[in-house]
């Protein structure tokens, strides 16, 4: 999410199901953002992980992220493939992954 006082926070979540136990973990990071032109850079001060599992709850945890990376991507409005009279936010990170985010 990218706030207007040039914060942002990210999170990526990954879970898994199986023989009634669920494993898995959610990450979390944020920080500042800057922009200039069609290059948007993030800059991290924080982050933490949470494991999950509960069919073994000893293993549950809350660490924090110590190997955070500034990220520089370039950045464009375009107009959505599913319908192109939407605009969504098309993210190129500087390694060629990229992410197109749509309005919620």
Partial sequence: MFNADS???KAFQSYESSGGCT???TAF?????????DTLVTTPSSGHMVYE???SPNLNSDTP?????????SW????AET???????????SDGAESTFAPM
Wanted: some cysteine; overall charge negative; proline content about 5%.
């Fill in 65 to 73: 992220l110590t190997d955070l990376e500034v990220e520089t991507f």
């Fill in 23 to 25: 494993t898995g973990f």
């Fill in 83 to 93: 319908d192109p009279s939407t605009t969504v936010l098309r993210l190129r990170r």
């Fill in 29 to 37: 990071e944020s920080g500042a953002l800057s922009v200039s032109g």
């Fill in 7 to 9: 914060t942002y926070t």
């Fill in 76 to 79: 464009a409005l375009v107009p």
């Fill in 53 to 55: 599992a509960t069919c």
